[in-house]
């Protein structure tokens, strides 16, 4: 086998990717290309408003569905290496490594408090007023949907029935590479992202002890991870007998250390050669490029040759995403998720989903072209001039790291049709762009110079979102040959602990590849400055109206 991804034809990764709604695997070459992709919905519960809940076993058994399909009429021993990632929710298990319910009513299956969880805010609150130093690394302010408020919150609710039952507590891109190799170390990546780990100085005793979780220090960290390896790193012995058995692989293939989802979506496009796209980004270091992922979520991913600082932005983490690279995060936590909201809770829902459905389109390439319809002969984007959202109905991730900031809508009309309906969708889509703009204005103002954007995740197959994010940024966007960038991301990985690349670096640049460049139209450029000047007021005005209810 020739190091640097020349090996003889027929070499195989398998990337496995654990999103909030669906895991989806795929079986990629020591190109970057895809042969087989397949996917299965994952169970959710939302016992009561900002609970969120899943089961470890429901998401593994849907993991060896995926990847039984993708190797289906291939010779299994051509596959050299497995690699996960996953959305970062807490999984608990207890000391024989059984589920244990992190809910009040007991139910062991729902072991798992997922990522957008947000029953922690007592919690979180008090962290963030002990002011600790850990949490510079978190833009100054720790989010709820971290991993440590989370911890307390058990503790402080579940004395008896988890907490003191409880042996092992895993971010779930780690529960799955455990899962695989019986190996419970950690990975770098969830650790130092959510965890307050830090890459250079380990675990700080003090926070743990001051926020009331001295357990974890007495412990040595046993239950939450005392050997950390670096994403990518081969873990044990690779791919146990169990494991191969279950998800349909040779046992002793080597499994990697993960990532969270949005790193590996990071991985999946972000070292790609751009030469010949007649992007600024060409010939500059890779630091001037901007990862999103957008899912569910969407992800901000900007890297750094030194730590830069940014108020209201994640990290700077170290070698989190790439090895070498500081990462800083920005983040909404709600996108995909909000555009589903506005446009299942519109009246003309029924309607469009009976129009799409005979059309046999998605909803989402209907409203596209039902735009394209009223707007008549002006760009798509000013049938909103009237119409503003502010897309934080689940908080504020990044820049404001404020999680009582609410969604606000102006504009609304006595209408209920499809063209209010579509107007509202891409309202939408553009504040959630807007809040892009910001959030990369606050990377720039903080050191960050940014030039391209490498967008990937599902609301990337979205051409109206892509459009949106060029326009309203100003900048191009780039989307990946794959459209499943996540999961060549995920196979990277695998691709990295088979020993086939030398690097993370190298198997970045051999695996990922640029598929088609989206320009922004210049010439709308006044219009959307103005919208984003509308956009700032929006919250602005949010915030004078809490401090004159809270008045006297
Ligand atoms: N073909 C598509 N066209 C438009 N939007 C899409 C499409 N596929 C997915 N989406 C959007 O992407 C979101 C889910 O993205 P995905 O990456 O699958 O999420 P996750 O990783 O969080 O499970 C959905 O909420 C939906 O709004
Ligand atoms: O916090 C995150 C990454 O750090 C993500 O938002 C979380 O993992 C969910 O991802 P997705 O929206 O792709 O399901």
């Known amino acids: 086998m020739m190091p640097g991804g020349d090996q003889e034809p027929g070499s195989y990764y398998v990337g496995v990717d654990v999103g909030t709604g669906s895991v989806r695997a795929a079986l990629v070459d020591q190109r970057g290309i895809l042969l087989a992709f397949a996917d299965q919905p994952i169970k959710r519960w939302e016992p009561q408003f900002n609970h969120h809940e899943?089961?470890?076993?429901?998401?593994?058994?849907?993991?060896?569905?995926?990847?039984?399909?993708?190797?289906?009429?291939?010779?299994?021993?051509?596959?050299?290496?497995?690699?996960?990632?996953?959305?970062?929710?807490?999984?608990?298990?207890?000391?024989?490594?059984?589920?244990?319910?992190?809910?009040?009513?007991?139910?062991?299956?729902?072991?798992?408090?997922?990522?957008?969880?947000?029953?922690?805010?007592?919690?979180?609150?008090?962290?963030?007023?002990?002011?600790?130093?850990?949490l510079q690394c978190v833009g100054g302010?720790?989010?709820?949907?971290?991993?440590?408020?989370?911890?307390?919150?058990?503790?402080?609710?579940?004395?008896?029935?988890?907490?003191d039952k409880a042996g092992h507590f895993f971010d779930l891109p780690d529960f799955l590479s455990w899962k695989a190799t019986g190996v419970t170390a950690r990975s770098l990546c969830s650790l130092v992202c959510k965890w307050t780990y830090s890459?250079?100085?380990?675990?700080?005793?003090?926070?743990?002890?001051?926020?009331?979780?001295?357990?974890?220090?007495?412990?040595?960290?046993?239950?939450?991870?005392?050997?950390?390896?670096?994403?990518?790193?081969?873990?044990?012995?690779?791919?146990?007998?169990?494991?191969?058995?279950?998800?349909?692989?040779?046992?002793?293939?080597?499994v990697a250390a993960p990532l969270i989802d949005a790193h590996a979506g990071g991985l999946g496009v972000i070292g790609a050669d751009v030469r010949g796209h007649g992007l600024?980004?060409?010939?500059?270091?890779?630091?001037?490029?901007?990862?999103?992922?957008?899912?569910?979520?969407?992800?901000?991913?900007?890297?750094?040759?030194?730590?830069?600082?940014?108020?209201?932005?994640?990290?700077?983490?170290?070698?989190?995403?790439?090895?070498?690279?500081?990462?800083?995060?920005?983040?909404?936590?709600?996108?995909?998720?909000?555009?589903?909201?506005?446009?299942?809770?519109?009246?003309?829902?029924?309607?469009?989903?009976?129009?799409?459905?005979?059309?046999?389109?998605?909803?989402y390439a209907y409203l596209n072209s039902h735009l394209d319809l009223i707007k008549k002969a002006q760009p798509v984007g000013f049938l909103t001039v009237d119409l503003h959202v502010w897309p934080d109905f689940h908080g504020n991730r990044s820049p404001f790291a404020d999680l009582t900031l609410k969604g606000m809508v102006t504009g609304l009309k006595l209408s209920q049709d499809l063209d209010d309906l579509a107007i509202l969708y891409l309202a939408t889509v553009q504040a959630i762009a807007f809040g892009t703009r910001l959030i990369i204005e606050a990377m720039e103002a903080a050191g960050h110079s940014i030039s391209t954007l490498f967008l990937c995740g599902g609301l990337s197959k979205n051409p109206l979102f892509v459009q949106m994010h060029a326009d309203i940024t100003g900048m191009p966007v780039v989307l990946s040959q794959e459209v499943e960038s996540v999961l060549v991301g995920a196979a990277i990985l695998g691709a990295c602990a088979s020993g086939d690349f030398t690097s993370v670096q190298e198997a970045m640049a051999r695996m990922s590849k640029v598929g088609k460049?989206?320009?922004?139209?210049?010439?709308?450029?006044?219009?959307?400055?103005?919208?984003?000047?509308?956009?700032?007021?929006?919250?602005?005005?949010?915030?004078?109206?809490?401090?004159?209810?809270?008045?006297d």
């Open 280 to 363: 600024a980004c060409e010939g500059q270091p890779v630091t001037s490029r901007l990862a999103i992922i957008c899912g569910t979520s969407s992800c901000h991913m900007g890297i750094s040759k030194d730590p830069i600082f940014v108020p209201g932005v994640w990290g700077p983490y170290f070698s989190a995403m790439i090895p070498g690279f500081w990462l800083n995060e920005g983040g909404q936590s709600v996108t995909g998720k909000l555009i589903d909201h506005m446009v299942q809770g519109h009246a003309a829902f029924p309607e469009l989903k009976a129009k799409a459905t005979a059309r046999c389109q998605s909803v």
């Open 199 to 254: 890459a250079e100085k380990g675990w700080d005793d003090s926070f743990w002890k001051m926020i009331g979780l001295e357990d974890f220090v007495a412990d040595n960290y046993r239950k939450i991870g005392n050997q950390v390896l670096p994403p990518g790193a081969s873990l044990g012995n690779g791919l146990t007998p169990e494991a191969a058995k279950d998800l349909g692989l040779p046992a002793g293939i080597a």
């Open 517 to 551: 460049v989206v320009f922004p139209r210049l010439e709308d450029k006044r219009y959307y400055d103005k919208k984003y000047q509308v956009f700032l007021k929006l919250v602005e005005h949010q915030k004078e109206y809490a401090a004159i209810m809270k008045g």
């Open 54 to 134: 899943q089961s470890s076993e429901d998401i593994w058994a849907a993991c060896c569905v995926v990847t039984k399909k993708v190797v289906q009429g291939i010779d299994v021993n051509q596959i050299r290496g497995l690699g996960f990632d996953a959305t970062c929710s807490l999984v608990v298990l207890d000391k024989q490594f059984r589920p244990l319910p992190v809910n009040h009513e007991g139910d062991s299956r729902r072991n798992i408090i997922m990522w957008l969880d947000h029953r922690a805010i007592t919690q979180v609150h008090r962290i963030n007023e002990t002011k600790h130093s850990v």
């Open 141 to 163: 302010v720790m989010s709820v949907e971290m991993q440590a408020p989370k911890l307390l919150w058990l503790k402080e609710n579940l004395r008896e029935t988890c907490w």
